[in-house]
């Protein structure tokens, strides 16, 4: 008769698989080892300041600024550079990380 049944209450539908690229977009970096003094020596001292905190963790911009005591301006200008030079990259939850691949040898 062409009618269909409804699923039982309890059935549970699967959930459609993501895409590898979604799910690896959502997935943060890999944070690396503490960058060396040396690589940070050739750093902009506001952007040195800023590798230390977010090789701590992966930080938002408040937390940045709130924890480095540098203006919202300059935090945002240094980590446009740190971005800009592959040292620093934006995660999908708005956190900044650390680019693994940046400061090893």
Known sequence: DGAREKPAPSAKRARPAQPAHEE???EQPAQPVAPSEEALSAL???EAQLVRLIAEKPQNIDALVERSGMSFIDVTSA???LELFGYAERCMDGN????PEAFQK
């Open 24 to 26: 690896a977009a959502q």
């Open 44 to 46: 902009d001292p506001n």
């Open 79 to 81: 980590l446009t550079d």
């Open 96 to 99: 900044y990380a650390l680019n």
